[in-house]
């Protein structure tokens, strides 16, 4: 106000600080506020544009009284700041600020009102107060601005309520409008009211109460133009103090604050304050730490000594006297909005607020959008067609007043057109308003829309109609050196070339994924997962090899027939990267290995394999050959010995467990032979299982056996025949070392050992004579020999070994058999006659309970039948499931019988062979499709579709069968019940012919002769 103003300047002038509630801070600068100024309430306003309404344009419209014009000041730097386009609409007021708007001036404010109308933006922000903010909503009310698609009011403190003077009637435009001002009150201003009316009862003018808006007669309201003073017991109007009192009341409380700090904490004398001292101390108030909480909020002030204020947004609602807070803003925080609270919009709209942090049905703010090809005509208030030869696209954030005329190259024939259509390439039109385009002749292309003209078709290209959009090029295996042709001239068989549009027949290669093969004469497709066929041999080079192949990680070929791909042992580590033959700087196998041996199964000559997988020269090892040999015999020796003491006595639980066990890794050493793709942790379980064999003892010890000879495959399979003989030759050192002591070996103590040597580790024994038929197939078709990867199965070089394997096979595996069915066969015998028999057969008999002594023959026969199913086929679904019929079978067989004299050996064996059979059953997934090919593949499964099928008729015949019987049971009863009591009295065979001495024969004849009731009788016993 002007009295506040002029105040401030005479106080300015000697430096003295100020606190108020309003004024204009710019000109003074000793003046702190203490509401919020109006550039923070339009910085706020702005903000809201942007961010929460998400708008890019507003409409601004303003009364040009002294406020408004600094409002709208304002808000343009603030709006710009945040890139917001304002288009200002200045309206003079007319004299008193806050009055009616007059007839002249009303013209210019309808005339912005309609130029807003006519725009694209709907979004209007109005700066005005009093009437003249009543009259200027009254007038966009009836303008169709306020209820009306995409509108949106936006306003300050002016339109909180004065304006409509308590006349409910005039609240009717401003539904929809929302306002923001400064956040002046907290819950606390109930209390203040509270002790205001305790402690200031007897003020001859009470601070806060209801107005009395009856303004007529002598009751002349402080608005009225006839107002002349307060009138004591004349006027009923009371000071409606709500927001500004918390501001006067915090601005006196401040003072007292500030000057409780000057004279407590910096102890200066009152008589001695200075207007300095009082300046420097309110400035403190921008330090945080100085801040405090009061009626209004937090006191507190930046550096242009403005107080840091909240603010409120409030919306106006259908019959309200005053707009309804729907959400808040704080700076550390931004907008939150009243959960649960209704937000009204000019259009009438009506919507729940549920989020705190958006606002629900924003309006567009633009004009209802025309459907594509009509205009938007603001006299006729809808939507008009274009007419022919004319377009209109979708709005998007551009208006249309009119429509487009189609230009040259395009044309439109109907009306309502959304877009001149384009010649499409092919045809050409060289006229406005063309109603068709003509097409491209023959031998002639146009790639381009809207053109005029049509190429003629280049070189390496060919166009054999009318219309074309290109001229095509040659296709993949053709070519053409001429244009203007309608084809292309073919390359020869199986050729292509790289690119369409060939020109040349030397552009013809094989094509990626093939290989030129010479003794065809064509290009060949190649596996992908086996080699690199990047192609590109041309044909022009019809007489030379291709170099372009290179193999895959994993996988080798031999020089002399460079496309038949072998699997290498151990993988990427003796096969890294892509190789080939060509390299001139890298072998096909890894450093050591033998590039000339299959599989890179071989180290090079004067190389042995180290236990880490890698070869190392054969001098680099040679001295301590002797010794691991002669440390190595010892330590087996060593195991003979102790088994010769300890092994010769009654056998406890625990160590027929490991028995169990022993065998349980041994069948897993066989199983690890299967063709499988064997995952990373398999192979280590196999790898540490294998150290227990004769190859994994020479590979972990590092003998240097490859250096012994020439041809190593050979020397292995002859190392392997003769191995287990080494426990003759371990006795035979036994015998000297008990000679010397004057001790002699007892014989069937060393039989027993003996047997046990053979029985126990016959599943590795049979192995190692059956090994030359354990075969993997080579992705070329080849089966390799797994114990000897660089021998092929039935090749010359495996006929010359396979006698020894053969006879090794015969000698242990036949020997073993023999003996123990013998000695099965004769034990009621030996058990009652032979006084020995129990030392020299406790490997055959000393775990298993007395009636089941012929189990030692099953666990022979199932270690010899385990390695069988293995070598009779090289098919992996073969030999997996014949693996686990046999594992089943025995299974189940031991349970039955439960051959073992302690139940925790019959638990724990049945244990370890279940878990045989489920282990199989997993390893079907490991079956390594890459290496069958698709006609082997197809074979398998048609034996495998037959055996299925066989397998259900088994089924369904058994179920025949057992029918069967049912019928003959029902028509001859007389017979079913002989054979029933036969079956009966068969069960007690063996009693009955040790009591009766008889034959079988006789004995038959008597069971038919006896009467029911002996029957019955023995039935029940």
Known sequence: SRPSMATTSYLSAFGVPQLAGLSNKLPFPNFFRVVSSDAQVMQVLAL?????????????????????????????????????????????????????????????????????????????????????ACELWQAAYDLGMIRAHGWVWLGGDGIDGNQLNRDLKRATPFEGTIYITASSQTPSLGTFKELWALHMSKTEIPEFGERNFNCEGQHLCMNHTGFQGWKQGLHDEQLLCEGDASLMYDAAVTLAVVLDRLLTQKNIAIESLTATDWMEELQQLADPTKFFQCLSGEIAFDANQERLMGMDVFNWHSGQLAGVRVGSWRKARGFSWEIGETVVWPSGDQMKITNSYHLPGLPSGLPPVCSPGFVYDVQASGCMPCQKGHFLPSRNDTMYFHCLVCRSGTYSDSTGSTECSVCPPGSYSNDDGASECFLCAVGRHQPHPGSSDCSKCEAGTFANGTGAMNCERCPSGKHQANEGYADCDACAETFVTNHRGATSSSECVCSKGTYFEQNRGSCVMCDPLLLECPGGHSQIDFGDSDTSVRVREGFMTLQEDPFSVYTCVDGSLRCPGSRSWCDIDRSMCANGFDASVMRCGRCLADHYLSSDGTCRPCEANTPLNAFKLVAAYIAQFVVVFYMYYRYNRPNPSGMISAGALLAFFQTLQSLSLLPLRWPTSTKVIFKAINVLSVEGLTVLLEYDLDCLTTDAAIFEVVLNAISPLVIFADFALLHCVFWLFRQRLQLDFVMNIIGMWYTK????????????????????????????????????KWREVIP???????????????????????????????????????????????????????????????????????????SLYLSVFVLVIFTGLEYIVLPFKYPENNFADLCLKSALVIFLILSTSFIDHSVISREYEGEQNEFFGHLLFAIILLAVACIALSILYWSLTLLCPERSETASNARILWRFRDVMLAQLMIPEHEALQKISQLSQYYIQKLESA
């Open 804 to 878: 020894v394997s053969m006879a090794a096979c015969a000698l242990y595996c036949g020997t073993t058999l023999v003996v123990t069915a013998r000695a099965v066969y004769q034990a009621p015998l030996w058990a009652a006659t032979c006084p020995h028999f129990t030392a020299r057969y406790r490997f055959a008999f000393g775990a298993l309970r007395p009636d089941r002594w012929w189990w030692v023959l099953v666990q022979v026969f199932f270690g010899f039948l385990t390695n069988l199913v293995l070598a009779i086929s090289s098919n992996a679904h073969a």
């Open 48 to 132: 809201m544009v942007s961010t929460t309404f998400d708008y890019s344009e507003v409409n601004m419209l303003y009364f040009d009284a002294p406020s408004q014009i600094l409002q709208s000041h304002d808000f343009v730097t603030a709006a710009n700041d945040l890139g917001i386009k304002v288009s200002p609409y200045r309206i003079p007021h007319s004299g008193q600020v806050g009055g009616e708007v007059d007839r002249v001036n009303r013209v210019k404010m309808l005339a912005s009102l309609q130029s807003i109308r006519d725009s694209t933006c709907r979004v209007v922000v109005a700066f005005a107060i009093g009437k003249e």
């Open 761 to 796: 580790l016959f599943i590795s024994i049979s192995r190692m004579t059956m090994e030359l038929f354990f075969t993997e197939r080579m992705p070329n078709g080849k089966l390799m020999v797994k114990a000897v990867p660089d021998l092929e199965f039935d090749s010359p």
